[in-house]
């Protein structure tokens, strides 16, 4: 794995934590649009909130779309593509 580049390093990673991954972007886009949310003095906090959580939903549906494409894709051409073969489940 020393050979490889970081993008290959990061897909690998992210093949392994998919969830984790798709989790960490949720608390992450939470964080964020409450913060950015609030720097707004116009609006209330009930509003302030259902945004962030509006916001951090939509991301997190957009990552767990990739992560399903990931899986697909691992699992037609990666190293499970490869185990399947080997013990003949494909």
Do not use: C
Not at 11 to 26: D, I, Q
Request: net charge positive; glycine share 6%; hydrophobic share 45%.
């Amino acid at each position: 794995m020393a050979e490889e580049g970081t993008l290959a390093q990061m897909r690998h990673w992210f093949v392994e934590h998919k969830l984790r991954a798709v989790g960490s972007l949720w608390a992450t886009s939470v964080a964020g649009s409450l913060a950015y949310n609030f720097s707004n003095p116009n609006m209330k906090t009930s509003v302030k909130v259902i945004h962030a959580r509006l916001h951090a939903q939509a991301l997190t549906l957009a990552a767990l779309a990739g992560a399903a494409v990931v899986e697909y894709y691992d699992h037609k051409s990666g190293e499970k593509a490869k185990r399947y073969k080997e013990r003949g489940q494909f």
